[in-house]
């Protein structure tokens, strides 16, 4: 079993940042890649990012591409998601996920555990 706890959501104006941090625990952090998706009212939760076990590969939804970045620290546990440039369309919960590693090309459409969520609000 692997617990995902993120934090660092919040209300910010629109063109801001925000850092968000996901710590995981119960299992070897590295043998999982991980994942960021997030879920707007009325919508389906959508893929926003992935990085592979390493940290050597990234991958990300055409919607954030070159505002938002992930990147993850296996001494610490830690997968982040620095979110910049800020869009009331950014507005949602945004979860963690976990994926086994080998998996990592498929984090889109498989997850092995999810985290409760973190609240990021645009405002306008």
């Known amino acids: 079993q692997v617990q995902l706890v993120e934090s660092g959501g919040g209300l910010v104006q629109a063109g801001g940042s925000l850092r968000l941090s996901c710590a995981a625990s119960?299992?070897?952090?590295?043998?999982?890649?991980m994942g960021w998706f997030r879920q707007a009212p009325g919508k389906e939760r959508e893929f926003v990012a992935g990085?592979?076990?390493?940290?050597?590969?990234?991958r990300y939804a055409d919607s954030v591409k070159g505002r938002f970045t992930i990147s993850r620290d296996n001494g610490k546990n830690t997968v982040y998601l620095q979110v910049n440039s800020l869009k009331s369309e950014d507005t949602a919960v945004y979860f963690c996920?976990?994926?086994?590693?080998?998996?990592?090309?498929?984090?889109?459409?498989?997850?092995?555990?999810w985290g409760q969520g973190t609240q990021v609000t645009v405002s306008s």
């Open positions: 996920a976990a994926v086994a590693r080998a998996y990592y090309s498929r984090i889109t459409e498989k997850i092995d555990y």
């Open positions: 119960g299992r070897t952090f590295s043998e999982y890649a």
């Open positions: 990085i592979s076990w390493s940290g050597g590969s990234t």
